[in-house]
Nanobody
Framework: VQLQASGGGLVQPGGSLRLSCAAS????????MGWYRQAPGKQRELVAS???????NYVDFVKGRFTISRDNAKNTVYLQMNNLKPEDTAVYYC??????????????WGQGTQVTVSS
C-alpha cells in the first residue's frame, strides 16, 4: 500500500491550498483517513480526520479555515486550507487506516508535502 500526497507549496498569508492524498495497492477497505502536520522543532500533530461515513474531526486551530473530505471511490482524502497563516507552515502528512483481504489492518502514512505560508 502507498499513500501519495500532493498539493503543497508556497502561499502568501490569507491564501489557499488544497492537499490530496491517494491510497493505492492491496486495499479491502479504508476506515479513517486524516492529515497531520509537523513544524520544525515540533512534534507531529493531528490537523483533521474523516471516517468512512464522512464524519469529520478538526483541531481547534484549523476550525473554520480547513475542510477535510474524501472520495471513497478514488481512495483519496483532501484537505482544503483557506485563510492560511504563517503558523500553518509545516510538512503535512496524510494517513489511512486500511483493512486488507484476510483481515489484517494497518495504518499507513504518506511521504509528506511541504506547506509554506510567507509573504
Amino acid at each position: 500500500v502507498q499513500l501519495q500526497a500532493s498539493g503543497g507549496g508556497l502561499v502568501q498569508p490569507g491564501g489557499s491550498l488544497r492537499l490530496s492524498c491517494a491510497a493505492s495497492g492491496s486495499i479491502f477497505s479504508i476506515n479513517a483517513m486524516g492529515w497531520y502536520r509537523q513544524a520544525p522543532g515540533k512534534q507531529r500533530e493531528l490537523v483533521a480526520s474523516v471516517d468512512i461515513s464522512g464524519r469529520t474531526n478538526y483541531v481547534d486551530f484549523v476550525k473554520g479555515r480547513f475542510t477535510i473530505s474524501r472520495d471513497n471511490a478514488k481512495n483519496t482524502v483532501y484537505l482544503q486550507m483557506n485563510n492560511l497563516k504563517p503558523e500553518d507552515t509545516a510538512v503535512y502528512y496524510c494517513n489511512a487506516d486500511i483493512s486488507h483481504i484476510g483481515g489484517s489492518y494497518s495504518r499507513y502514512w504518506g511521504q509528506g508535502t511541504q506547506v509554506t505560508v510567507s509573504s
